[in-house]
């Protein structure tokens, strides 16, 4: 079987969404990961503010990475996210995901989001499906 970082460097040779954000995968393990970015330009919203579908990409990289570092297979079948505070362009965010429950089909995960003063962004939790289908 692969190690974690075997299997996230996979999916990141394919994952040109995470490349354009430029996340940097910061620690990883079996079912955790800390993943990060900085807020460019590009991801503002209209109000010059971080707009909410890059927290919730960052969130769900992570979910995937954690979810995925076991060996098998695993896609998001239900997500959710709540926008606690804004960030703003040069912040660099942190997403920590952590394991809340792995059953054989079904795993059950939390992602926090922290700005450079360690405040909460978002806080994000996602439902994958694992597969038998191995790395």
Not at 42 to 70: P, Q, R, V
Request: glycine share 8%; net charge positive; hydrophobic share 35%.
């Amino acid at each position: 079987m692969k190690k974690p970082k075997e299997i996230v460097n996979m999916m990141l040779d394919q994952d040109y969404f995470s490349k354009w954000m430029r996340i940097s995968v910061d620690d990883l393990g079996i079912g955790y990961c800390t993943v990060s970015c900085e807020v460019n330009q590009e991801m503002l919203n209209g109000f010059a503010i971080l707009h909410g579908g890059i927290s919730y990409s960052l969130s769900d990289s992570a979910l995937a990475f954690a979810a995925n570092s076991y060996g098998y297979k695993c896609v998001s079948i239900e997500t959710s996210i709540s926008h606690i505070r804004p960030a703003r362009i040069g912040n660099r965010l942190k997403a920590k995901c952590t394991e809340v429950h792995r059953g054989k089909t079904i795993g059950i995960y939390s992602v926090e989001i922290f700005d450079n003063e360690q405040k909460l962004i978002s806080k994000f939790k996602g439902t994958v499906n694992i597969s038998n289908e191995i790395w």
